[in-house]
């Protein structure tokens, strides 16, 4: 069973950067394909991004575009979340998100695995 870990949220004022992680265990990590959700208070679950096995791979939600990078360390079975220019409509709950077999997807159901969350808030 594979347990996912995210670490890294904070408070930090829009223009600031952030970086979560999120730890992998209990699996082979080099078989996951990891994506990156967020959720605001009163919304719905949004695709940030997702990167494929090896890291080649990756691409992002439009809103996030430019801004957000994610890249994976699979030596420390760790997937990263890079966040630039950070603005008030990033505040959200993030989760790091796992699947073996369907690839990079923006469709939650897609995933298999789940972290508890990181909270990130933006201060205007």
Request: hydrophobic letters at 35%; glycine letters at 14%; proline letters at 1%.
């Amino acid at each position: 069973q594979v347990q996912l870990v995210e670490s890294g949220g904070g408070l930090v004022q829009a223009g600031g950067s952030l970086r979560l992680s999120c730890a992998a265990s209990g699996g082979a990590f080099t078989r996951l394909n990891m994506g990156w959700f967020r959720q605001a208070p009163g919304k719905e679950r949004e695709f940030v991004g997702a990167v494929n096995w090896s890291g080649a791979y990756g691409y992002y939600a439009d809103s996030v575009e430019g801004r957000f990078t994610i890249s994976r360390d699979n030596a420390k079975n760790t997937v990263y979340l890079q966040m630039n220019n950070l603005k008030a409509e990033d505040t959200a709950v993030y989760y790091c998100a796992a699947n073996r077999f369907v690839g990079m997807t923006r469709m939650g159901d897609n995933y298999d695995y789940w972290g508890q969350g990181t909270q990130v808030t933006v201060s205007s």
